[in-house]
């Protein structure tokens, strides 16, 4: 029987979540290199909906993602780099995870299933191969669900398609450059008002892009986001 319904903070489509502290993007500088845009349209989610992120680069034993490290730390991400296989940065993670409610997400075959069997190895979650022949991982993990971690709860979630990125609901464009944390000291000196940051005279943004404040591959895929926002009519855009 439901005893009450307590209010919801969040939720989110996809993953299809609720109610969430941490989102943890797994990403990989190994096979399946995960695609930036992946990591900062979920980046971005989070953001707008009020939910603390951690970048976490699974797989550091055959690649440590150096270079996507150094642009989400300098974006001012918390990012961390693991290893299902050896264990290296597990326990730092564990720390990030403790007493809060956490999801894990990520394109199919970064590992979220592997770092949390390394988190708890009693969990003994099935754990699939990457395809040598596509470059991507299966999916393997098929719905939600909630594991005991650290005082607190991690939600594994079914891996990304190209095509599921591509379903996710989209930031109203009037809101999207607030959503980049690295934006938000400019927002206030652009010449005019309700600049969109994309093609703009005197726009801060593209100063801040221009003098090296902000990194290109994070604009590219604001500008990316903003079109996409551009063609959906406002009545669909409700936040919830």
């Known amino acids: 029987m439901v005893d009450a319904i307590l209010p919801r903070?969040?939720?989110?489509c996809r993953p299809t979540v609720a109610n969430i502290d941490l989102i943890v993007i797994v990403a990989s500088g190994a096979v399946p290199v995960t695609d930036p845009f992946l990591i900062d349209r979920m980046a971005a989610?989070?953001?707008?909906?009020?939910?603390?992120?951690?970048i976490c680069f699974n797989k550091c034993d055959l690649d440590r993602a150096e270079e996507l490290v150094e642009l989400y730390r300098g974006a001012g991400f918390?990012?961390?780099?693991?290893s299902?296989?050896?264990?290296?940065?597990?326990?730092?993670l564990a720390k990030e995870l403790y007493g809060k409610v956490s999801a894990f997400t990520g394109n199919s075959?970064?590992?979220k299933s592997s770092i949390l069997n390394a988190l708890h190895p009693s969990f003994g979650l099935p754990v699939?191969?990457?395809s040598a022949k596509?470059?991507?991982g299966r999916h393997t993990t098929r719905h939600v669900e909630l594991f005991p971690v650290g005082g607190g709860l991690v939600a594994d979630t079914p891996g990304f398609s190209a095509f599921d990125v591509e379903q996710?609901?989209?930031i109203p464009k009037e809101e999207l450059a607030s959503a980049f944390r690295e934006f938000q000291p400019y927002l206030e000196q652009c010449r005019f008002q309700g600049c969109a940051h994309v093609k703009e005279q005197g726009c801060a943004v593209r100063r801040a892009l221009a003098e090296g404040g902000i990194s290109a591959s994070r604009y590219k895929s604001y500008v990316r986001l903003y079109e996409q926002a551009r063609e959906i009519p406002t009545w669909e855009l409700t936040k919830k």
Do not use: P, S, Y
Request: aromatic residues 4%.
């Open 128 to 130: 699939g191969e990457v």
């Open 109 to 111: 075959g970064v590992g």
């Open 84 to 92: 299902a296989e050896t264990g290296d940065g597990v326990e730092e």
């Open 78 to 82: 918390h990012t961390i780099q693991v």
């Open 168 to 170: 996710m609901e989209a």
């Open 9 to 12: 903070k969040n939720q989110f």
């Open 45 to 54: 989610m989070a953001e707008w909906k009020g939910c603390d992120v951690l």
């Open 134 to 136: 596509l470059g991507r």
